[in-house]
């Protein structure tokens, strides 16, 4: 479990933070229209993107699983999508602090972008039910499988859809009409790096815990200790 | 720095939510290591009661193979 390599991916996401949190605060400056408020957007940005991917990237996972039949793509599969969900509810909640900074509101139903994260996390909020609705673990792994691959399939649809929307009061990051200033930029793009690192981090570890306690479970059975 | 911090710091307002949404950031990620943190300490124990009961075994079978 104490591995060299995840003590270094541990000092590094550290590390990272420290570094991005010192830029977040003492470097970006202050942004004209949204004032103090806009320093939530090195937060919940990288969060929110880092969760998306993860998603999909579970959904990756998925495919290597159905191909290979290996139970490890499963199980790496399983622990994104329940990261990202955790990320996931750190977005919202990131997410909705900022709105009632800067729009009054805590949540706003007429905004194309807060309610397809909200649908794509009610959507994910079902895998682990059925999952574990599932006994045999051969076909739960199977169904879970395809639940994350057609899940993943929809999040870059949604994202399009959303993307190509008339009206949203949601500001774009990303795109051709986004111009960061170079210290805003810098700021942004070192803290992605750390939520991705974090993501990384936690999800080896999680990784770690589960093959642990697989290995521990199928010792005792040998042993006759269960 | 002073200006530097002048530019980059608040001077009123919205700065609640700011330290709201890092806070709320923060905790959900030590709430998680806390969580991983007592599980790894289950896993710990077991680990150790299977090493004494293995040794255990050990002793019994050894004393039983001394014995014939």
């Known amino acids: 479990?104490?591995?060299?390599?995840?003590?270094?991916?541990?000092?590094?996401?550290?590390?990272?933070?420290?570094?991005?949190?010192?830029?977040?605060?003492?470097?970006?400056?202050?942004?004209?229209?949204?004032?103090?408020?806009?320093?939530?957007?090195?937060?919940?940005?990288?969060?929110?993107?880092?969760?998306?991917?993860g998603?999909?990237?579970?959904?990756?996972?998925?495919?290597?699983?159905?191909?290979t039949r290996d139970a490890r793509w499963d199980l790496r599969s399983y622990v994104v999508i329940h990261m990202s969900l955790i990320f996931g509810v750190g977005v919202l909640i990131t997410g909705s602090i900022w709105a009632r900074g800067s729009w009054g509101h805590w949540w706003v139903w007429s905004e194309p972008t807060l309610v397809s994260f909200l649908i794509i996390m009610l959507l994910y909020a079902t895998y682990q039910p059925l999952r574990f609705a599932i006994e045999d673990p051969e076909r739960q792994a199977r169904y879970a499988s395809v639940f994350a691959i057609t899940a993943g399939a929809f999040v870059p649809m949604n994202f399009l859809a959303v993307r190509l929307s008339a009206s949203y009061l949601h500001p774009r990051v990303l795109g051709s009409s986004s111009n960061l200033p170079a210290p805003m930029a810098l700021t942004f793009l070192v803290s992605l790096?750390?939520?991705?690192?974090?993501?990384?981090?936690?999800?080896?570890?999680?990784?770690?815990?589960?093959?642990?306690?697989i290995l521990l479970k199928a010792r005792s059975r040998i042993l006759g200790y269960q | 720095m002073t200006t530097l911090l002048a530019t980059t710091l608040p001077e009123h307002s919205n700065d609640g939510y700011v330290a709201a949404a890092y806070i709320v950031f923060f905790a959900i990620v030590l709430i998680?290591?806390?969580?991983?943190?007592?599980?790894?300490?289950?896993?710990?124990?077991?680990?150790?009661?299977?090493?004494?009961?293995?040794?255990?075994?050990?002793?019994?079978?050894?004393?039983?193979?001394?014995?014939?």
């Open chain 2, 32 to 68: 998680y290591v806390a969580i991983m943190a007592v599980r790894l300490g289950r896993v710990e124990r077991k680990v150790r009661e299977l090493s004494t009961q293995e040794r255990e075994k050990e002793h019994t079978l050894k004393g039983a193979g001394e014995r014939v």
């Open chain 1, 1 to 53: 479990m104490r591995s060299p390599s995840l003590r270094a991916l541990s000092i590094s996401t550290v590390l990272a933070f420290c570094l991005s949190l010192s830029l977040v605060f003492f470097y970006a400056p202050i942004e004209a229209e949204e004032g103090f408020l806009q320093k939530i957007f090195y937060l919940h940005v990288p969060l929110a993107i880092v969760t998306l991917c």
């Open chain 1, 55 to 67: 998603f999909v990237l579970g959904g990756l996972m998925a495919i290597a699983h159905l191909r």
């Open chain 1, 193 to 213: 790096v750390a939520m991705s690192l974090l993501f990384a981090t936690l999800c080896s570890y999680e990784l770690a815990a589960k093959r642990t306690r």
